[in-house]
């Protein structure tokens, strides 16, 4: 019998965050219904979605009866929790602080920085052209990377995944930002560790079938 969706999921084919929830979805078996926000058209700041995220930004996921869950890492904590197998975090406390902490490069001091309304800020405020928008991504995605790079490869906690041999909230963080990189035909050289474990995450199915080109409104998939 086919799967009933759990969950509605407010995305677009492109995004980092939205390619997050659906890698965790994927691994935990989760079936959602997706409603497409096409960001590429602003709708993120339509006045219905600014009723479901006040800061115009997707994912958001519902679940049937519930308040609209947004960010992305509140939403995998929040599947983790609501269905812990497989684990997305390790069971002791200093690895789950330091999956929480890759993640949260990527997530909160890497990502942001790239967005759709960081751009329209600055070509309007700062007239950022084309190639000057182009150096501002490369340069936030190479000290994210770099950085992240550094402790991967020094630290006693990395595995065939960013933390140990399974896939945790770090590799589904990791891999959402080299899926978008490669949307936007970015390389970020230098980096063996972190390009070792995209090609661990890649062979799984949960994060092949997020890939942002075969999402439906994908230029390849319409
Ligand atoms: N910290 C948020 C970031 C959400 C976010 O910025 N999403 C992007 C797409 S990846 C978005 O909707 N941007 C719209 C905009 O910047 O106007 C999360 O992880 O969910």
Redesign the pocket.
């Known amino acids: 019998m086919l799967k009933q969706p759990e969950f509605e999921l407010f995305a ?1 084919w ?8 659906r890698v965790a979805l994927n691994l935990k078996g989760l079936v959602t219904h997706e409603k497409i ?1 096409n ?1 590429d058209a ?1 709708e ?2 339509s006045e219905a979605f600014l009723k479901i995220n006040p ?5 958001a996921l519902i679940e049937a009866g519930h308040p609209p869950i ?6 995998l904590e929040f599947l983790e929790e609501y269905q812990p197998s497989p684990a997305l975090l390790p069971k002791d406390l200093h690895a789950r602080a330091r999956v929480r902490s890759l993640a949260s490069m990527l ?2 001091d890497t ?2 920085l790239i ?6 800020y600055l070509v309007g405020t700062s007239h950022f052209d084309d190639a000057a928008w182009r150096a501002w991504q490369i340069n936030w995605f190479t000290t994210g990377l770099q950085a992240l790079e550094q402790r991967l490869a020094s630290e006693p906690g990395t595995g065939i995944f960013c933390h140990s041999d399974t896939p945790t909230i770090a590799d589904i963080c990791l891999a959402s930002i080299i899926a ?1 990189m490669r949307i936007f035909k970015i390389t970020v050289n230098d980096i063996p560790t972190v390009d070792r474990i995209m090609a661990s995450c890649e062979a799984l199915d949960a994060f092949a079938k997020a890939e942002p080109l075969r999402q439906v409104g994908a230029p390849s998939a319409n």
């Open positions: 677009f492109r995004t980092s965050a939205t390619y997050r929830v926000v960001i602003g993120q700041r800061m115009g930004a997707i994912p947004t960010q992305s890492l509140a939403i997530v909160a990502h942001p967005t759709p309304r960081v751009k329209k978008v």
